[in-house]
């Protein structure tokens, strides 16, 4: 969906950049997969002040809601036309 890598790096030309859309349904089956099916729930990642360790549902860190708005912004000056989820619901 980003035209960067992961390795930092813009991607090849040749290769395909799906849709903000298709983000959003990707970032959706992740927080379907980790809250329900690995029981981390809607509780946002964040390291526990008592034990140290990394709690909640990782697809819902503000890093992602942060990087969610960025693409978003991005696609719409890009020319990409934004579809609200409210627009297509009856």
Known sequence: CDDIGLDGKPKD???SIDSYSHA???RAAATYGFGRLNGLGSIPWQKSE???KMLGN???SED???YMISLRK???RAGEVA????AITP
Do not use: D, H, L, Y
Not at 83 to 86: I, P
């Open 13 to 15: 030309p040749s290769i």
């Open 24 to 26: 959003q349904k990707m």
């Open 50 to 52: 008592v034990s140290g």
């Open 58 to 60: 990782p697809s819902i």
């Open 64 to 66: 992602v809601s942060r």
């Open 74 to 76: 991005k696609k719409v």
């Open 83 to 86: 579809t609200s989820a409210r």
